[in-house]
């Protein structure tokens, strides 16, 4: 009776057992698709002064990498290059708060993944007799106070992101223990408190898994740097970005340059 039974079931057992594999074929590939497809949304990059030079440049690479670029600039009219490549061009001064202000509204609810605190000037002070404390607090509001009040403004977007990553762009020129020439009044100044701000973000942000740095980018060939810097700009961000695709949590509060280098404070 067993041995009938089986017999009696086979082929039916057979064709049960030829559906079931076709769809799983079928479907499995509709699973991977759909993985796939969360998998690859995109990240979302806010720089600061991405309208020209260093900033424009992230943005280029950034949008060609697959992120989602948000860039800003003082006149967002005037950035059509930043505009062929951004998400989103969005108006900041960074030295005003109403600006700040503005931008935050606008981009209520908008995860970032990523900020770039970019925006930065050089004042050209090489003497203290030189020192014009007009471009010197103007310095400090530019390249200080200003990253303060947008990362303090985009908090709630970081907070929101998956990375909750915050890049600072320095200078090799802010490092205490590297500065045996002198020179450079307001800019190392400006630059040196910038970083001793990253350094407290890295302290009281590391516990809610944020990674904070400051990073060189090099003597770069754009308007700051000059027609005699040694460094393609688009040299300069392709490690700037290699160093940040590379953070994990053990180079939070770290000093990196463009090359993965780290500096001394």
Same mark, same amino acid.
Request: hydrophobic content about 45%; overall charge positive.
């Given at each position: 009776m067993t041995m009938n039974c089986r017999s009696r079931h086979t082929p039916y057992l057979a064709a049960f057992l030829a559906v079931a594999v076709l769809?799983?074929?079928?479907?499995?590939?509709?699973?991977?698709?759909?993985?796939?497809?969360?998998?690859?949304?995109?990240?979302?990059?806010?720089?600061?002064g991405a309208n020209r030079g260093i900033g424009l440049e992230l943005a280029r690479q950034f949008a060609a990498g697959g992120w989602r670029v948000i860039g800003t600039a003082r006149k967002p009219d005037a950035a059509q290059e930043l505009r062929g490549v951004a998400w989103k061009v969005v108006p900041l001064d960074v030295t005003d708060p109403v600006s700040v202000d503005q931008m935050a509204q606008e981009l209520a609810g908008t995860p970032i993944d990523l900020l770039i605190n970019n925006a930065g000037i050089q004042p050209l002070m090489w003497t203290l007799e030189e020192v014009d404390f007009d471009d010197f607090e103007h310095a400090l509001a530019v390249n200080t106070t200003g990253p303060v009040?947008?990362?303090?403004?985009?908090?709630?977007?970081?907070?929101a992101g998956m990375l909750r990553e915050i890049v600072n762009v320095t200078t090799n020129l802010s490092s205490i223990a590297e500065n045996t020439e002198g020179g450079f009044y307001g800019?190392?100044?400006?630059? $040196?408190? &910038?970083?001793?701000?990253?350094?407290?973000?890295?302290?009281?942000?590391?516990? *809610? %898994?944020?990674?904070?740095?400051?990073?060189?980018?090099?003597?770069?060939?754009?308007?700051?740097?000059?027609?005699? $810097?040694? &460094?393609?700009?688009?040299?300069?961000?392709?490690?700037?970005?290699?160093?940040? *695709? %590379?953070?994990t949590s053990a180079d939070n509060g770290a000093f990196f340059t463009y090359a993965g280098e780290r500096m001394a404070w």
């Open positions: 769809l799983l074929g079928a479907t499995a590939p509709a699973q991977s698709a759909a993985a796939e497809t969360t998998g690859t949304a995109p990240k979302t990059v806010l720089i600061t009040r947008v990362t303090r403004a985009l908090l709630p977007n970081l907070r800019y190392r100044e400006s630059k $040196a408190a &910038l970083n001793m701000f990253t350094k407290s973000l890295a302290v009281d942000l590391g516990p *809610e %898994g944020f990674t904070c740095i400051v990073l060189h980018p090099g003597w770069v060939r754009t308007d700051l740097g000059g027609p005699q $810097a040694p &460094l393609a700009v688009e040299d300069s961000v392709r490690g700037m970005i290699s160093v940040i *695709e %590379g953070l």
